[in-house]
């Protein structure tokens, strides 16, 4: 019983304060839920911030109706990942181009001195060709917010709310691979962020229901696949009728290919990349 | 022997160089309209444009439209009349092309990062459910170091515009009006190649001789900003040189070079299963 207790001492001593950040309902668990997964499995607590309502991608639903059914639907992906809560700060979809990226910040800011998490994942801000504009500007600001959060100058009311200065000491950059040059190295290796593939083959699982749960992004995906097809003449016999079985095996297939892209060249059969800045990647002292 | 092994050494460094510097030769794409969305009335024909694949859209039966952003007003000899003259010279320049004819939204030249993108971007969406392009081509959202703003936030609005036009619950307005949702499925992005690493370009586009000349044609009819050509040889070579560049990375005697998103590239995780699986009715 007393090594049973000292392991779970052990454990929960390691255990570490997650926060993700995402743009958009599908983005964290297409690109980091199989580790989000994972690290929720090894004890950790992992808080999920979405900034936007997701209240344009659907099919035939308006965009109140949308933005309804897609929280509902995030909540219980996150559970799927084991994330211990989920907080949305509600900007219209698209529309980020149009809000003070100061404001984004400073929303995040709060969250961050909130939750003082050790670990962040945010979208990956440079990643190029990824479409989805509300992705970069969401990644710009958990950036800054990450990298403010230590300093007590940004945001003095917050310290009157008791929220105190916080260093995050692990941070990753997520992104799904849009950008072919995303594993080229970055022009200087001094301060810049390492690539990190994470093994995901024990999650998986976890991270296909959970992007299963997102049902009112995937059936928009299958019927706008299914229209642009039909627009130029084509048929895919897997849509050919859409229902709830074909459109879980079109986003299984869809799943499984991001994990396998993701692993090539890096000995694992499933898995994530990430731009990785852990403790080693802070500012040595003597330039602090 | 020194000699030799530094010449070995020299060719294979020159090969390898040449090797990283091809660009693989495209299909033309598959549609009928195209609309071409960018910043001022000549970024069309100038060595970073498109003038020469437009040409080639257009003998193809292809339809096409110029989309001018701004009013080019900083451009040209006198700022009073320069946007009137710059937009006339740019409907003579793209019927060179063969484009039926130039849509001027007249925001301010030069003036572009201090408008909301949100707002050139509806705008963008509306002539894209208009004219349910089969092709865009614009500047490249993700290119570095371009300091003119306007091609910038141009590149930026045009880079979601594309994409979000499809989407109904976006300025569902415009449904009211018999518009419909439309996605673009190819989308041509261009950059200047000597600003960075920013733009990398994924493919070139082949035209020949005629087309080239309807290239040259459009470049010089910009007179306000160009003047007129010191001879037939600088007429050429303005527009020939960087076209013969092109087409080296590609092997062909004449090519444009761009940055191409292909109808699934968006969904990464899918495409190949889609260009395997999807076939004719």
Redesign the interface.
């Known amino acids: 019983m007393k090594v049973l207790i000292l392991l779970l001492c052990a454990v929960l001593a390691q255990a570490k304060t997650v926060l993700v950040v995402t743009a958009d309902a599908p983005d964290f668990v297409l690109a980091a839920g199989g580790t989000i997964a994972s690290m929720a499995a090894s004890g950790d607590r992992v808080v999920l911030v979405r900034v936007t309502n997701d209240d344009k991608d659907s099919w035939n639903l308006s965009a109140e109706e949308t933005a309804s059914r897609v929280k509902e639907e995030v909540e219980r992906a996150a559970k799927v990942l084991g994330i211990a809560q989920v907080h949305s700060l509600g900007y219209r979809a698209g529309e980020l181009g149009g809000v003070s990226p100061t404001e984004i910040r400073d929303r995040l800011l709060f969250y961050v001195r909130l939750v003082k998490p050790d670990v962040m994942l945010i979208p990956n801000p440079y990643a190029e060709y990824v479409e989805v504009l509300d992705r970069h500007y969401t990644g710009m600001a958990a950036e800054e917010a990450r990298r403010i959060a230590a300093l007590e100058n940004h945001q003095p009311p917050f310290a009157q709310a008791g929220l105190a200065t916080h260093v995050v000491k692990e941070l990753y950059y997520y992104a799904q691979p849009f950008d072919p040059r995303r594993r080229e190295a970055e022009s200087t290796a001094t301060f810049a962020p390492q690539p990190k593939v994470v093994d995901i083959a024990s999650s998986l699982e976890k991270k296909l229901r959970a992007s299963q749960a997102l049902t009112t992004v995937n059936y928009s995906m299958a019927m706008r696949i299914r229209k642009r097809l039909d627009e130029s003449g084509r048929r895919l016999p897997l849509l050919d009728v859409v229902n709830e079985e074909s459109v879980r095996k079109l986003v299984e297939i869809n799943v499984r290919k991001l994990a396998e892209i993701a692993a090539k060249d890096s000995g694992y059969k499933l898995a994530e990349e990430f731009l990785y800045a852990g403790p080693d990647y802070q500012v040595p002292a003597k330039l602090r | 022997m020194g000699k030799v092994y530094h010449a070995v050494v020299a060719l294979l460094v020159a090969s390898v160089c040449f090797a990283a510097d091809t660009v693989p030769l495209g299909q033309m794409p598959?549609g009928k309209t195209f609309l071409v969305i960018l910043s001022h009335h000549d970024d069309h024909t100038w060595e970073w444009g498109f003038g020469g694949f437009l040409a080639r859209l257009t003998e193809n039966g292809w339809t096409g439209y110029y989309v001018r952003t701004t009013n080019d007003e900083k451009d040209g000899r006198e700022w009073g009349p320069n946007d009137q003259v710059n937009l006339k010279e740019s409907i003579e320049a793209v019927k060179a092309l063969g484009l039926k004819d130039v849509i001027s939204l007249n925001w301010r030249n030069d003036h572009m990062s201090s408008v909301?993108?949100?707002e050139v971007?509806a705008q963008y969406i509306l002539l894209i459910r208009k004219y349910r392009p089969d092709a865009v081509m614009s500047w490249n959202?993700?290119g570095h170091y371009d300091r003119n703003p306007d091609h910038r936030r141009v590149a930026?609005a045009v880079?979601?515009a594309?994409?979000?036009a499809?989407?109904?619950?976006?300025h569902?307005e415009h449904l009211a009006a018999g518009l419909k949702p439309h996605?673009v499925?190819v989308v041509y992005y261009s950059q200047r190649g000597d600003y960075g690493k920013?733009h990398?370009p994924?493919i070139a586009m082949e035209f020949n001789e005629a087309q080239l000349l309807k290239k040259i044609e459009a470049y010089w009819a910009h007179r306000n900003v160009r003047g007129v050509a010191a001879s037939a040889e600088v007429k050429r070579g303005e527009m020939e040189a960087p076209s013969v560049e092109a087409g080296k990375r590609a092997g062909v005697k004449y090519a444009e070079v761009f940055y191409r998103?292909e109808?699934w590239?968006?969904?990464?995780?899918?495409r190949?299963?889609?260009a395997e699986?999807?076939?004719?009715?």
């Not at chain 2, 499809?166 to 976006?170: A, C, P, Q, T, Y």
């Not at chain 2, 590239?265 to 899918?270: A, H, I, Q, V």
């Not at chain 2, 699986?277 to 009715?281: D, E, I, M, Q, S």
């Open positions: 598959k909301q993108l949100k971007r959202p993700w930026r880079g979601e594309v994409w979000m499809g989407l109904e619950n976006v569902p996605r499925p920013g990398s994924n998103l109808e590239d968006y969904l990464p995780g899918l190949d299963y889609l699986n999807a076939r004719a009715k």
